[in-house]
């Protein structure tokens, strides 16, 4: 919904709008969404969304199409928050109406089954507009090499209008990349290394995307996701099902994002496979769905269902066996050598891979003014302790091993959850 967005600003003020107690008289039905909005007026903005288009129709004075209101109103939608009713409210009702009646002037009725050479000229056609904004994107790296990163690094808003750009020619994955580029120039010594690995990831991006056609089936899929096009939730449900007992071990909520989500990271205790969830919530209490409540600790007879790509990762829960029921400490957690050999694994199937779960067993040691797990082979890996409960980690530890559960990524090891004999603390 956010990549509908004409800018970024937009896209902030609707995650802010979206289930706040301004909102009325919201409703769907079929494929129109609707609501009344409270602004600084008398009356509040009617607002309609016809997903049949995408169309809108707000009351507000804002030119920007869709404005916040819109876009704010399919962020409930979205979240669920927004009830599906039988029938449009009679204002939605009538600007639909009429709405399809120009439409149906201009173009003749076209029913029956699915035009599958229509759906293939559309996907072709969207790949085209994607490759033309990555062609632009490329001639936009190069320009900030030829000016020098001293020159184009500073400001947080640097790449803003070519991620606009991207959003312009659908591919989402990368404009969030690129409004990610602004805060490395304040991440201390070093960023311009930093900032120009960034830039070669996205040039790696764009040449694989060229190659889309040539690639191997999963590694297409990966290019394909980092650049932002869906898979959608049905055809990942239909895919196979990895049946097992799956361990909570971490969850992390990312609320700074331009939508908030949670990620939740379990583990197969009989195939030893991760998995990741991903929660949305423009209000980021992520009570809208069925799994937000989940916490380590709980363990869940499953079937799983994973995304195309590798390594496979992320997933969606498929059939359920009984209820969710505590279970004890998961056995198998490794040590430094192998959480570097599972992420080198991992960067050889994704090398745009942000991040990858781990279960590893070490003492958490003081050294160069930070934290080090120490494993019992005595190797070092950095802790990320940002945003953590680092003091509780250590009380858990006592100076001794414990068992950790975190995410591995390029700055090191970031723990979200530490093993109290069986008894799972979140960090």
Do not use: N
């Amino acid at each position: 919904m956010l990549a509908l967005a004409p800018d970024t600003a937009s896209q902030q003020a609707a995650a802010r709008l979206a289930g706040s107690p301004r909102w009325s008289g919201t409703g769907a039905a079929s494929e129109v969404v609707w609501g009344l909005c409270g602004g600084s007026g008398e009356h509040p903005y009617q607002v309609i969304a016809d997903m049949s288009g995408p169309a809108y129709q707000c009351s507000c004075p804002s030119r920007k199409i869709p404005c916040k209101h819109a876009l704010a109103l399919l962020l409930g939608w979205a979240d669920g928050s927004v009830p599906e009713l039988g029938q449009a409210a009679g204002f939605a009702e009538s600007w639909v109406t009429a709405r399809r009646a120009r439409a149906l002037v201009r173009a003749p009725d076209r029913t029956g089954p699915r035009d599958e050479k229509a759906a293939a000229r559309r996907a072709e056609q969207r790949e085209s507009r994607v490759a033309a904004g990555l062609a632009e994107l490329e001639t936009w790296l190069r320009d900030q090499l030829r000016a020098g990163l001293s020159t184009t690094g500073g400001g947080y808003r640097h790449a803003e209008r070519v991620a606009a750009r991207m959003v312009d020619a659908q591919a989402p994955g990368v404009a969030a990349t690129l409004r990610g580029l602004g805060g490395i120039a304040s991440t201390g010594e070093g960023w311009p290394g930093r900032l120009l690995g960034a830039y070669a990831q996205l040039h790696l991006l764009i040449r694989a995307h060229d190659q889309l056609d040539s690639l191997p089936p999963e590694l297409a899929a990966v290019v394909r996701s980092h650049v932002g096009y869906t898979v959608p939730r049905q055809e990942v449900l239909s895919g196979p099902a990895v049946a097992d007992r799956w361990l909570v071990i971490a969850v992390r909520d990312i609320l700074d994002a331009a939508v908030p989500v949670r990620r939740i990271v379990l583990r197969g205790q009989e195939t030893g496979r991760f998995a990741l969830l991903l929660i949305f919530d423009p209000r980021g209490s992520f009570t809208g769905d069925p799994d937000g409540w989940l916490v380590p600790g709980i363990a869940l007879d499953v079937d799983m269902h994973f995304y195309p790509g590798r390594p496979g990762l992320r997933a969606l829960v498929g059939a359920r066996r009984g209820e969710p029921v505590p279970a004890p400490a998961p056995a198998g957690a490794g040590d430094i050598a192998g959480v570097l050999e599972d992420w080198s694994g991992a960067l050889a199937g994704d090398p745009w891979l942000g991040s990858w779960p781990v279960l590893v067993h070490g003492t958490p040691v003081p050294a160069d003014g930070g934290w080090r797990l120490a494993d019992g082979s005595g190797l070092l890996a950095p802790l990320v302790t940002t945003g953590i409960d680092y003091l509780l980690l250590l009380a858990i530890s006592g100076g001794g091993p414990v068992t950790l559960a975190g995410e591995w990524g390029p700055e090191g090891l970031r723990p979200l959850t530490a093993w109290h004999g069986h008894q799972a603390v979140r960090l």
